[in-house]
């Protein structure tokens, strides 16, 4: 699932998933509801990037910064992390 969605902060937001993932689900759900947009990316689909993150999905990754959010977190902390605070 490649799901691209505007973004009102501006910064490209990826966050990585798996099908089935329901915790990655969530976070979609977060994102939704705070009106972010993102690109999901299913980490099944690259070897690399399953050796990376496996277990430790959902995980939101700001390429322009190279930072990375793992789960668990809440709103609070993804619109920190968007604002460079996190």
């Known amino acids: 699932m490649n799901r691209t969605m505007n973004n009102p902060n501006n910064?490209?937001?990826?966050?990585?998933?798996?099908i089935g993932?329901?915790?990655c689900d969530q976070v979609a759900d977060m994102l939704r509801d705070m009106g972010i947009g993102w690109t999901?990316?299913?980490i099944d689909s690259d070897p690399e990037l399953e050796r990376k993150y496996d277990i430790r999905i959902p995980v939101l990754?700001?390429?322009d910064t190279g930072k990375e959010?793992?789960?668990p977190f809440s709103k609070g902390r993804i619109q920190e992390f968007l604002q460079g605070e996190a």
């Open 40 to 42: 999901a990316v299913e």
């Open 11 to 18: 910064k490209e937001l990826v966050l990585y998933t798996l």
């Open 69 to 71: 959010l793992f789960f």
């Open 21 to 23: 993932c329901h915790l």
């Open 61 to 63: 990754y700001l390429p």
